[in-house]
């Protein structure tokens, strides 16, 4: 069965990959004309999806390329830069969108995490790809695993801003197309069980 989940689910710097541009899509929905309630549902699917990404690295795929490789700097500087993200994102959930630091706090947090999506795919993945070719496949499926567990423990959380961000999924989950409902968890599940519902 791991082995099954090793080929079906994405190599550790794949899902990275595919994470990162959800959450720049994501970036890109937001702007300031839009709707508080609107704001602060697509708010609060960046940070937990910015939460769930950080912590699957920080659990799986930082150490095992520190294993390797102790001296690369942006490894180093990653963890610091996930506690920065983290105290943004602790302000912006401390905060409602009619607050006039609202789209500043949240234009902050999008700079940040470019810097180090930016960082993290022109040092560390290709770094992994060079160092641990053989691995990926195995913490890939580890990553996709943690991330399933991790989403259904705030499936909640994910489901209402999801309904809120992007209510044509409301009406897909209503119909029952998507059973786990949400987007994100559509996602985790095809990567774990290798079935081709991805929209
Ligand atoms: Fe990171
Ligand atoms: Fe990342």
Redesign the pocket.
């Known amino acids: 069965m791991s082995t099954l989940l090793n080929k079906l689910s994405p190599s550790a710097t794949d899902l ?1 990959r595919m ?2 541009s959800q959450v720049l899509d994501t970036f890109h929905q937001f702007r300031s004309g839009l709707s508080a309630a609107k704001k602060e549902a697509l708010v609060n699917a960046t940070c937990v999806s910015l939460e769930i ?1 950080a912590q699957l ?1 920080e659990e799986t795929f930082y150490p095992a390329l520190r294993e390797l490789a102790n001296d690369i700097a942006v490894l180093e500087k990653s963890f610091p830069e996930h506690a920065e993200m983290r105290r943004l994102i602790t302000r912006l959930r401390a905060m409602t969108a009619v607050d006039p630091d609202y789209d500043t706090t949240y234009f902050e947090l999008v700079r940040d995490v470019l810097h ?2 930016a960082d ?1 795919e022109t040092t560390l993945l290709p770094a992994a790809e060079r160092l641990m070719p053989e691995r990926l496949g195995e913490l890939g499926a580890q990553m996709a695993r943690r991330r399933a567990q991790l989403m259904t423990s705030r499936a909640g959380e994910i489901m209402s801003s999801t309904m809120r961000s992007f209510p044509e999924s409301a009406a897909v989950m209503a119909a029952g197309a998507v059973g786990a409902g949400s987007y994100l968890m559509h996602q985790a599940a095809d990567w774990v069980k290798g079935v081709g519902r991805r929209h």
């Open positions: 990275i994470d990162h990404h690295e180090h999506v993290e």
